[in-house]
């Protein structure tokens, strides 16, 4: 069963989702519960079962599917996938118990354990068909899922989410298929396994037309400025749970693969983009938190928030260096974890009073204590406050990227103002003072449904800022193996200089084990 | 003067070509299948005229089949046809619009 | 040792925990209890601790990794030394009397528990950023700290105000980390750590130029969080909280921790004197223009925010100057003597229903004995007069420019020293001296709890005895790791003129107040609507330039990034492609309208679009074939 | 030379065959000058040494071919003058002349004719019918059975279609109709049976 885990991991789901078909319609709930808790519990024992100190994959597994054009179901991770995949599993199971949806429940749940199939088949696939396979599907359940239980305006923002994502990876997919034909002339084989590609040196001017074409494809998913237009409509319109899932997994497949393809594929390509995409993410920071700061609808701000913080990940991969990108991996964890959280939050008011302004609430602090402490916590996580979870990532994300320009991290540093501005006056807009609203007046405070989806959230968000080690250390061995990757098949002297040669100067692994 | 393969490419191209404004032009059905058979000829030419000067006997092959296409579209294209006709009266292409988008 | 360690550290942690756990319950008075029963443990752990340093040791423990990335290495490690011991007593004695005092104040209040929860996570705070062994471990408490005044400024969060100055207070800070991280990135890029003993070691072997910058930006993050100008005008809105927070937080601990993080810093500044200049030439404008605010303030609690500017400015000149175990030294007595001065404000607000206008006061000496001596200690302290704490530490830093031989410092501060007094004993005056003003406000004062009064006693007696009495000791226990530089003005004529002559200036000063304060208050229309009384009344308009310069610009730029660049723009851009092809569509459905004879025109003329093509190809292939050839 | 002149000569007919056929308005017109630019075009054929393919042209277009068509016209009886709406005849001479002057530029480039390599060379010594055969009985056997099957299908479909019953039609009653017959027919055979 060990050798197999992955393709349990990712299969079970969806076996699970087939079978809730003929599942009652009342006990759809606990079954989609006890469906996602099995899938946490096995990816938790993935972690248990997962070797720290290897920074290879593991698990791997292989099928053949198209052997003639080397299409393989190759699925296997590290250290930088595992604790997404955990992350994904964590947050179905936690958008399950906490739903509060009551329209067609059996529905959402069956989408919900579909969507995780999906995203786990991203997070652990080492083909790029395969990769492509699941990214593309992943986009099917998020479309029901926004199309079928959003807003007033649901048609066009799943349709416009729908169709700018898809452009974007049939950009993408045309440059996966050149890579293969790339492979193919110059081992006279086929192949769309990623570790092959890995062990192709590219010539630069090729390597700057795929970082390209990947580029769109991951850039319109993370979403980057300017492309991010599709994110504001879809976290309006969708459900909590929808915008949950979205903002604390989906946004992360574009950064992820950007660890993923981006960087180890094209080195040389990374390190000539690497400022004009510093560019592109520290007007996202900037931009998209004045945005944010803008905003009437508290949702929005969390939305904004959010593009707002995927851009210092952005910012930490292309350090290029181990301090930068496992701060940014661990950052894709902790937004995930800070912005699903959110997310759920804002859901609870909304539940309650069917809006979303920002101008309807006011004093909630004195009605709904708790709720206001929970969402207290979690907007200090998300401002980045020292031993909360996002903290370690920013921290990390910076301090690689000033390794590579002090200006650019002294703009993109003002996310910590900018963001404590947004966030700060929205929360005492909406807590603070006093109430004037009737219908406030007696809102309740968080039940138990609810809390049984923050409190871990809360839990995780702390713990993780203080004590980060068990997710940081595989997440950086990983990370190692992929810079000195880059290093070893940099060619021109500019990327050889920007990319450390960690095998050089010895350092790998060493730092923790002094201590 | 001696006859080469161009000659012959270039006829054939101008029978298709007329082929082509028959297509274009005939609102008659029947009419409409004249010109087709015009641009089928008009190929035949150009591959006879090939296999002739590559002294390759495909391009003959290829002519024989496609005037066996042909006998067998004439006859299911005038099936078609008749049994239009017996509906509708006519056998005008402008009154074929059930194909509209 | 370790033990106690680890006891004063966590010992507020647990409190507040425990606080926390009664958060939404209804007042009960064993939070209070028990909160500060854990402070006076960490009081005890710390003091121990001093004894134990004050024998020459030092305690470092490094509790567990924290974070490990790259090269990166940062631990939870802590330390005790002759500086962080210094500040873990300040720290422990404050707010341990500080929390008593609270059960006090707060009895009345609905977020009593809640209120202790903050307080005692504010000192644990504190006490992470006084012992931690590195940075960015003092990056953790620099920004807790942050987070409990956010808190505590809007404790009473129904108040806009409050909630405005809690969130001023919060990003003006982060403005100033912002520079700080700026300034930790540097340390870590050039000296691959970030442990205090690792960085001062090696901060000589890298350029000067670099040096400077770290310490530029280490001071701004210090600016910062000690309300320095530019950054200073969230202190006196920070009035807006409980008093007892003001005491603790605005005056004693969290305001000092910048002077604290310059005198850690030392090996850093030794290497930049003109880094240091600045800073102490900072401190010196900071003091005098804090100074000329209090002066004519209405507001009880802002005048004495205004009198902690003044001082930390003091504390900066020391510090910028190299005598960092004076600033340090004045750091502790202005802890003690501001602390009661705050708490003694306390009183008055109680007893006054919250009213903070001096001017409505007066005579309250009849009715509050105790809280008058006791104010009237802190003020004497505060003004510098012979023999208590203020005048050890505070003319020590005229001393240190003097003998530096910045004679401009000098004079700037000798000034301040005047106008402190002048200030200090106005509000005194106002408040305990003259007609019972309040009395037409139907307000009948009563003195506050003995416990209470009980409470303040020892800020009261550390007031007198601290400067007299630690000097010596401090003085040989601290340089073991600072700087040891004796500042005495050799020639003895010089001396004796200048400290009697300062101390004249300075019950000048103070008797001049009592003239025009203690009997009636005339109110000088022609003074008070003079441009330098409505500058200074005011705050030389900072506060709104800062608004209408940054605040409201930032607002509309936001607007405008999101109504016309984001909506009109970007996203227009994206649905701009969207509808183009959307109506091509639309327009060329009449393609297909089913008419076959012209549908075999369109594939003619795509037939002919392709053949064009097909020529163009190959004619352009040709040609370039041809040039390449 | 004898070429020259037959090639030259042919060329001018089958074209003025072929433009009749395109222009006229006369159904007749149209399908004798048809069946006259089909033979013309054997002629080319046999000019080519492809003795084979002009028999089959004669025999296949202008025997079975123009023989189906003149039964259609018999049937939809347009020996009348045709009236047909014409659009934009203009754009029509326009577009095909464009298309073949494209075709010729393509035809006349030089990369076309390189890079041919015979697969069945011609060979002298055999004759053109006894060559087709064997390379048509070897290499296109299958193709070659395939038109077989296709020509047989495409005359039973133009038997189906037009044939059996010229009065009724299975494609063009409705359900009930067919139902009806269907019924009257077993009903018979049924009769029959007692």
Not at chain 1, 458 to 485: C, D, F, M, R, T
Request: net charge neutral; with cysteine.
């Amino acid at each position: 069963m060990q050798e197999h885990i992955l393709s349990i991991l990712i299969f079970f789901p969806a076996l699970a989702a087939m079978l809730g078909f003929v599942v009652h319609k009342d006990s759809a709930r606990a079954y989609g519960i006890t469906v996602a808790a099995i899938e946490f519990f096995l990816s938790l024992w993935l972690w248990h079962l997962y070797d720290p100190m290897t920074s290879g994959m593991q698990f791997m597994e292989m099928a053949p599917l198209i052997p003639v054009f080397g299409i393989n179901y190759l699925v296997g991770i590290d250290g930088i996938s595992l604790f997404i995949i955990i992350l994904a599993t964590f947050f179905t199971l936690i958008g399950i118990a906490s739903l509060t949806e009551t329209r067609r429940v059996k529905d959402m749940i069956i989408t919900l354990l579909f969507l995780e199939m999906t995203m786990i088949g991203v997070f652990a696939a080492l083909d790029a068909i395969v990769f492509y396979v699941f990214w593309e599907l992943s986009l099917v359940p998020m479309l029901y899922i926004i199309g079928a239980w959003g807003g007033p305006l649901r048609i066009y923002a799943s349709v416009k989410f729908f169709l700018y994502t898809f452009t974007g990876s049939l950009v993408m997919l045309v440059g996966m298929l050149f890579m293969a034909y790339f492979y193919y002339q110059a081992t006279g084989q086929w192949s769309f396994s990623l570790l092959e590609w890995y062990r192709l040196i590219l010539p630069v001017n090729f390597q700057m037309w795929l970082f390209a074409a990947f580029f769109l494809g991951f850039a319109i998913k993370v979403p980057m400025f300017p492309f991010h237009t599709w994110l504001p409509y879809a976290h309006g319109q969708a459900p909590t749970i929808g915008s949950v899932i979205l903002a604390a997994i989906l946004l992360k497949m574009g950064t992820y693969a950007f660890v993923r393809f981006s960087l180890p594929l094209f080195p040389d390509a990374s390190v000539a983009f690497m400022f004009p995409i510093a560019i592109l993410a520290v007007i996202m920071i900037v931009y998209a938190a004045m945005v944010a700061y803008a905003q009437e609808d508290i949702k929005q701000v969390v939305a904004y928030s959010s593009v707002s913080h995927m851009g210092v990940i952005i910012l930490g991969i292309f350090a290029l260096n181990v301090e930068g990108i496992s701060g940014s991996v661990f950052l894709m964890i902790g937004h995930g974890v800070v912005s699903g959280a959110l997310f759920l939050l804002v859901g609870v008011l909304y539940d309650r009073r069917h809006t979303k302004l920002i101008s309807e609430f006011g004093g909630i602090a004195s009605v709904m204590p708790r709720y206001a402490t929970i969402f207290g916590i979690m907007m200090m996580a998300s401002v980045g406050l020292p031993l909360t979870i996002n903290f370690v990532g920013e921290f990390l994300s910076l301090l690689g990227f000033y390794k590579q320009s002090h200006a650019y991290t002294l703009v993109a540093g003002t996310a910590i103002i900018v963001g404590a501005i947004y966030m700060l006056s929205a929360y005492k807009k909406v807590f603070f003072g006093t109430v004037t609203k009737e219908e406030n007046k007696n809102l309740k405070d968080v039940n138990r449904t609810e809390l049984l989806g923050l409190i871990p959230l809360v839990i995780v968000a702390i713990w993780l800022g203080v004590y980060p080690k068990p997710v940081l250390e595989p997440i950086n061995n990983s990370v190692e193996a992929i810079v000195q990757l880059m290093h070893d098949k940099a060619q021109t002297p500019e990327a050889q200089k920007r990319i450390p040669n960690l095998a050089e100067t010895g350092t790998m692994n060493s730092a923790q084990e002094a201590h | 003067m001696e006859l080469t393969l161009n000659h012959y490419l270039v006829l054939s191209t101008i029978l298709f070509a007329i082929g082509l404004i028959g297509v274009m032009r005939r609102k008659n059905l029947l009419m409409l299948f004249f010109a087709t058979e015009i641009l089928l000829n008009a190929v035949n030419i150009g591959f006879a005229a090939i296999s002739h000067y590559r002294g390759d006997y495909t391009g003959q092959m290829f002519a024989f089949f496609i005037i066996a296409i042909a006998a067998s579209e004439v006859a299911v294209g005038l099936g078609l046809l008749i049994v239009w006709y017996k509906r509708t009266g006519k056998i005008d292409l402008d009154q074929m619009t059930s194909m509209r988008g | 040792m370790e033990i106690y360690l680890y006891i004063a550290l966590f010992a507020p942690l647990v409190g507040s925990l425990f606080a926390g756990l009664f958060g939404a319950s209804p007042k009960t008075v064993i939070t209070g209890i028990v909160t500060s029963g854990l402070l006076f443990t960490s009081f005890i752990s710390s003091a121990i601790l001093l004894s134990f340093v004050m024998s020459g040791h030092t305690v470092h423990v490094e509790m567990m990794t924290w974070m490990a990335a790259g090269d990166l290495y940062i631990p939870f490690g802590f330390v005790v030394d002759q500086v962080s011991v210094t500040m873990m007593m300040v720290v422990s004695i404050v707010s341990t009397v500080v929390h008593i005092y609270s059960i006090g104040y707060m009895d009345h209040d609905k977020g009593f528990n809640r209120f202790f929860s903050y307080l005692s996570a504010f000192v644990f705070s504190m006490m992470v950023l006084v012992m931690s062994d590195n940075f960015l471990g003092l990056f953790i408490g620099w920004e807790g700290v942050g987070l409990c005044s956010w808190l505590l400024i809007g404790f009473w969060y129904h108040k806009e105000s409050a909630t405005w100055a809690a969130n001023e207070a919060f990003i003006m800070n982060r403005i100033a980390d912002l520079a700080m991280l700026i300034g930790i990135f540097m340390m870590y890029w050039s000296l691959g750590s970030l442990q205090y003993d690792v960085v001062f070691a090696n901060i000589g072997n890298i350029p000067v130029e670099v040096v400077t910058w770290i310490g530029i930006f280490l001071f701004i993050g210090a600016m910062g969080k000690s309300a320095q100008f530019p950054l200073h005008t969230w202190l006196a809105d920070a009035m807006e909280g409980p008093t007892p927070v003001s005491a603790l937080i605005h005056a004693a601990t969290m305001v000092t921790a910048g002077v604290y993080l310059v005198v850690r810093a030392n090996p850093i500044y030794d290497l930049i004197p003109e880094v240091g200049l600045f800073i102490a030439s900072l401190g010196a404008f900071v003091a005098m223009f804090a100074a000329t605010m209090a002066l004519v303030n209405r507001d009880m609690k802002r005048i004495i925010a205004y009198s902690t500017l003044s001082q930390l400015g003091y504390m900066f000149v020391a510090a910028g100057l190299g005598a960092y175990w004076v600033a340090l030294f004045h750091l502790m007595a202005h802890a003690f003597f501001k602390a009661l001065l705050f708490l003694g404000a306390g009183n008055v607000m109680h007893a006054m229903h919250d009213e903070l206008d001096p001017f409505k006061m007066g005579g309250l000496k009849k009715s509050m004995k105790w809280t008058w001596i006791l104010m009237t200690l802190a003020s004497v302290a505060l003004a510098g007069i012979y023999p208590l704490a203020g005048f050890f530490s505070k003319d020590l830093i005229l001393e240190v420019a003097f003998v530096e031989q910045h004679y401009i410092l000098y004079t700037v501060l000798l000034l301040t020293a005047g106008l402190t007094a002048f200030y200090s004993f106005r509000l005194v005056a106002l408040i305990f001296h003259g007609n019972e003003r309040h009395l037409e406000h139907g307000i009948h004062p009563h003195e506050a709890y003995n416990f209470v009064l009980f409470a303040m006693a020892p800020l009261g007696i550390l007031a007198v005895i601290a400067g007299m009495a630690f000097k010596t000791p401090y003085y040989e226990m601290v340089t073991q790791l600072l700087p040891a530089i004796e500042y005495h003005i050799h020639n003895h004529t010089v001396f004796w003129i200048m400290t009697i002559g300062t101390q004249l200036f300075v019950i000048l000063a103070i008797a001049y107040a009592y003239k025009k304060y203690a009997k009636a208050v005339k109110v000088d229309e022609k003074v008070e609507s003079g441009f330098f009384y409505q500058l200074l009344y005011n705050q030389y308009f900072i506060p709104k330039i800062y608004d209408e310069v940054f605040s409201k610009p930032y607002l509309k730029l936001s607007k405008l990034a999101w109504k016309e660049i984001d909506l009109k723009i970007v996203d227009a851009t994206v649905d701009g492609i969207a509808n183009v092809i959307y109506r091509t569509g639309e327009k060329t459905h009449t393609m297909q309208d089913g008419n076959l004879s012209s549908m075999l025109r369109w594939m003619v003329i795509g037939l002919v679009v392709l053949l064009v093509l097909a020529v163009a190809f190959t004619a352009g292939y040709n040609v370039v074939n041809l040039r390449a050839m | 030379m004898f070429e020259a002149v037959a090639f030259y000569l042919f060329a001018t007919l089958t074209i003025i065959m072929f433009t009749i056929t395109v222009m006229t308005s006369q159904a007749l017109y149209a399908l004798t000058a048809m069946a006259a630019g089909m033979i013309f075009i054997s002629a080319f054929f046999f000019i080519l040494g492809a003795d084979f393919l002009g028999a089959i042209q004669i025999i296949v277009y202008t025997g079975a071919v123009m023989a189906l068509y003149a039964f259609g016209m018999m049937f939809f009886d347009t020996t009348r003058t045709l009236v047909e709406k014409r659009s934009n005849p203009r754009l029509v001479v326009v577009l095909g002349g464009l298309a073949a002057v494209l075709v010729v530029l393509i035809v006349l480039a030089p990369i076309v004719t390189t890079n041919i390599n015979a697969h069945y060379p011609i060979d002298p010594s055999v004759g053109n019918s006894q060559a087709i055969g064997m390379v048509l009985f070897t290499k296109y056997l299958v193709p070659f059975e395939l038109a077989a099957v296709m020509l047989l299908v495409a005359m039973i479909a133009g038997i189906v279609l037009a044939g059996k019953k010229m009065d009724k039609s299975l494609t063009l009653m409705a359900d009930e109709e067919i139902a009806l017959m269907h019924a009257s027919s077993t009903q018979n055979t049924e009769e029959g049976a007692h």
